[in-house]
T-cell receptor, first 113, second 114 residues
């Protein structure tokens, strides 16, 4: 069965510092992988996704993620965090694009001034 | 261009009652998925509708049912409500399953079961 683990429940970084959010997945084949962001009172917004090709994926808002098959990981990174990045971040895996998606429990990001 | 809209925004029900939540997909989208997000958890996939048929279903009991109308809007029905059904219910829409397509989420309906 497919599953997603986000080991960090809560992360605090200073504004301007770099960020890495961890995501590990369990799936028999190469799945579709996603990162979403959820701000308070807002719906989920897609940051980026991977399904094939270049393992380094660029997304919106300056985010990128790297797919590492050997480690079953899909970590999200940003070189310099802005205060507006404070939100909940979810990693997700799916056997098909946009169908039967399984989400991790999320990582809450706090940004210190 | 309106995105995904959901109604109502909030709802309070008592145990044993039935509830219907509604979703209008983003313009041009024909596929609707429903998710349940309990407090402090990630969303859980309930089911997906395409061409008025349930195409895929997650691990939810038959108390959870849905419908998709010819205009692609959708309803989620939950019967015999339990306290554990209290959650944020998210609707998401997309156009087909092409690899280039993006799924858009609505703001959700927050259901409280007392």
């Amino acid at each position: 069965a497919q599953s997603v683990t986000q080991p960090d429940i809560h992360i605090t970084v200073s504004e301007g510092a770099s960020l890495e959010l961890r995501c590990n997945y369990s799936y028999g084949a190469t799945p579709y992988l996603f990162w979403y962001v959820q701000s308070p009172g807002q719906g989920l917004q897609l940051l980026l996704k991977y399904f094939s090709g270049d393992t380094l994926v660029q997304g919106i808002k300056g985010f990128e993620a790297e797919f590492k098959r050997s480690q079953s990981s899909f970590n999200l990174r940003k070189p310099s965090v802005h205060w507006s990045d404070a939100a909940e971040y979810f990693c997700a895996v799916a056997p098909y694009n946009n169908n039967d998606m399984r989400f991790g429990a999320g990582t809450r990001l706090t940004v210190k001034p | 261009d309106a995105g995904v809209t959901q109604s109502p925004t909030h709802l309070i029900k008592t145990r044993g009652q039935q509830v219907t939540l509604r979703c209008s997909p983003k313009s041009g989208h024909d596929t609707v998925s429903w998710y349940q997000q309990a407090l402090g958890q990630g969303p859980q996939f309930i089911f997906q509708y395409y061409e008025e048929e349930e195409r895929q279903r997650g691990n939810f009991p038959d108390r959870f049912s849905g419908h998709q109308f010819p205009n692609y809007s959708s309803e989620l029905n939950v019967n015999a409500l339990l306290l554990g059904d209290s959650a944020l219910y998210l609707c998401a829409s997309t156009f087909g399953q092409g690899e280039g397509e993006t799924q858009y989420f609505g703001p959700g309906t927050r259901l409280l079961v007392l």
